[in-house]
Structure formats: C-alpha cells, structure tokens
C-alpha cells in the first residue's frame, strides 16, 4: 500500500529555514497530486500548500506566500516543503497527503513536530 514518511523537522529560531521531506512508496509517485497540512494545538488542520503531479502547478495559503516553497522530485519519489523567514505561528505538526489523480484515494504521512521558539 502506498507509505508516506515525513522528516525534516525540528526547533528553529524565528527568521529562521528548515525543510521538509516526504518520501512516498507503493505506487507511481507521478499519479498524486500532494498537499502538505499543518495543524497547531486547538486549531484545525490546515492546507498550506499543494502541487500537482508534474510540479507545474502550485498554490499556497496566503499566510505561507512567499515564504514556502514547495516542490517535488518525482525520481526521487519525494515531496519537499521549503521554510523560510519561519514565524511563531508557523509552529505545527505538519502532514503530506497524497491524493490519486483519477481514483482519488488519498494517504497521509504521520507529520513532522515544526516548532519555531526563540
């Protein structure tokens, strides 16, 4: 079955970068359009940004614009998510789900702790 494992995060200083990771396995990387969520204490899980199976397409909650990136490696099988200029409020569990493009089965990662703390 199709596995997600994310890695990549930690405790950072504000202003601070990290990236994120999420290695995808069982199936054809290439067929999944990917997401990355986030999801702090108390608060709902939120979309932060999302590409399409070839990375030509991407968007992005207004609050991350311009400070994340996200991309892929569909040779790695890999999802990445590139912090910069990190916030106080960006400090969440954050998660990748993958969504099939025609059957619409969707999978998630078991999320990576994002904590921003001077």
């Known amino acids: 079955q199709v596995q997600l494992v994310e890695s990549g995060g930690g405790l950072v200083q504000p202003g601070g970068s990290l990236r994120l990771s999420c290695v995808v396995s069982?199936?054809?990387?290439?067929?999944?359009?990917m997401n990355w969520y986030r999801q702090s204490p108390g608060k709902e899980r939120e979309l932060v940004a999302a590409i399409s199976g070839t990375g030509g397409s991407t968007s992005y909650v207004d609050s991350v614009k311009g400070r994340f990136t996200v991309s892929r490696d569909n040779a790695k099988n890999t999802l990445y998510l590139q912090m910069n200029s990190l916030k106080l409020e960006d400090t969440a569990v954050y998660y990748c789900?993958?969504?099939?493009?025609?059957?619409?089965?969707?999978?998630w990662g078991q999320g990576t702790q994002v904590t921003v703390s001077s």
């Open positions: 069982g199936d054809t990387f290439s067929s999944y359009f």
């Open positions: 789900y993958a969504r099939h493009t025609f059957t619409y089965s969707g999978y």
